[in-house]
T-cell receptor, first 113, second 111 residues
Framework: EPEVTQTPSHQVTQMGQEVILRCVPISNHLYFYWYRQILGQKVEFLVSFYNNEISEKSEIFDDQFSVERPDGSNFTLKIRSTKLEDSAMYFC???????????FGSGTRLTVV | KQEVTQIPAALSVPEGENLVLNCSFTDSAIYNLQWFRQDPGKGLTSLLLIQSSQREQTSGRLNASLDKSSGRSTLYIAASQPGDSATYLCAVFSRDDKIIFGKGTRLHILP
């Protein structure tokens, strides 16, 4: 069964450093998403991406965050200057179309120290 | 603003029992509703997807129902097993292109 692949599975970074989280969505999917889950809390929407542009973003997704689909297969989330409160599990998801089911990756656990 | 609530927050039942997990949402203008399973420290595994035009979906021992007008969904698990122990998340895809998750129900099946 097709999978959404996320790398790395775990990343530790120092506060203030830039991180890039990588995702390879399912190949025929057109809609892409990033979510995060702070330990013990809800899964929260960050951003949705379609047709090479952001279609929706949450209040969490401020100027420190950016997304890119550089080569037609990868979908990346960049955090420019990490803060302690960015420590969370970050999930990538993709969907063939709006209103269809979403396939989530297994997540990247980001720890900011 | 869409809000998703799951009740109960935690549930422990003996192995073999049938159980029901509840999910409610405030805005009935949804594309679909999806139930996920999350094991501790792991990703999200899709269990069932119900389109807004559907009333229920079944997969093995799982059955999910959707009543859009009342803003409710239930996940029914038949003949529970210890391997069913996990957190179950309800997620609603709203028309503003966001998936809104509930906080989940932590299920523990007692052997």
């Amino acid at each position: 069964e097709p999978e959404v692949t996320q790398t790395p599975s775990h990343q530790v970074t120092q506060m203030g450093q830039e991180v890039i989280l990588r995702c390879v969505p399912i190949s025929n999917h057109l809609y892409f998403y990033w979510y995060r889950q702070i330990l013990g809390q809800k899964v929260e929407f960050l951003v949705s991406f379609y047709n090479n542009e952001i279609s929706e973003k949450s209040e969490i997704f401020d100027d420190q965050f950016s997304v890119e689909r550089p080569d037609g297969s990868n979908f990346t989330l960049k955090i420019r200057s990490t803060k302690l409160e960015d420590s969370a599990m970050y999930f990538c998801a993709s969907s063939v179309d709006r209103g269809y089911g979403y396939t989530f990756g297994s997540g990247t656990r980001l720890t900011v120290v | 603003k869409q809000e998703v609530t799951q009740i109960p927050a935690a549930l422990s039942v003996p192995e073999g029992e049938n159980l029901v997990l509840n999910c409610s949402f405030t805005d009935s203008a949804i594309y679909n509703l999806q139930w996920f399973r999350q094991d501790p420290g792991k990703g999200l595994t899709s269990l069932l997807l119900i389109q807004s035009s559907q009333r229920e979906q079944t997969s093995g021992r799982l059955n999910a129902s959707l009543d859009k007008s009342s803003g409710r969904s239930t996940l029914y698990i038949a003949a529970s097993q210890p391997g069913d122990s996990a957190t179950y998340l309800c997620a609603v895809f709203s028309r503003d292109d966001k998936i809104i998750f509930g906080k989940g129900t932590r299920l523990h099946i007692l052997p």
